[in-house]
């Protein structure tokens, strides 16, 4: 498993997230301010791929000069260069997601989580 630290570039992390994944082929898992890579056999996801399609989608958006990439084993984080943000009005917040850890489901209600894990559980 890895985690993609996104605090830097937070209004992009639903866009970012769904790219990446796309990518690398891999099962993502939404957090607060990161998000996780996993594949369903437990691979190991290649940390070179994923840097490389954070920073594709980077510099399609015009921001790939703006932020660094860092790696540290399995957490890989989105740093601001010039302490500048992203600004971006999202028209949902990303508090109110909530995904499945197991297969990537993702709802706004945490209720509605808890009832689908039950069913990994079956």
Not at 90 to 106: A, L, N, P, R, Y
């Amino acid at each position: 498993m890895l985690t993609v630290d996104c605090k830097d570039v937070l209004p992009i992390q639903s866009e970012l997230v769904v790219y990446v994944a796309d990518q690398v082929a891999a099962i993502p898992t939404l957090k607060n301010h990161q998000f996780t890579l996993s594949t369903l056999d437990d691979e190991v996801i290649d940390n070179d791929t994923v840097i490389s399609a954070i920073k594709e989608y980077l510099d399609s958006i015009g921001e790939g000069n703006n932020f660094a990439v860092i790696s540290n084993l399995d957490m890989i984080n989105i740093k601001s260069i010039y302490g500048k943000t992203i600004e971006k009005e999202s028209t949902i917040q990303q508090t109110e997601m909530f995904s499945c850890s197991h297969c990537g489901f993702v709802t706004r209600y945490q209720v509605e989580l808890n009832i689908h894990m039950r069913i990994h559980y079956l």
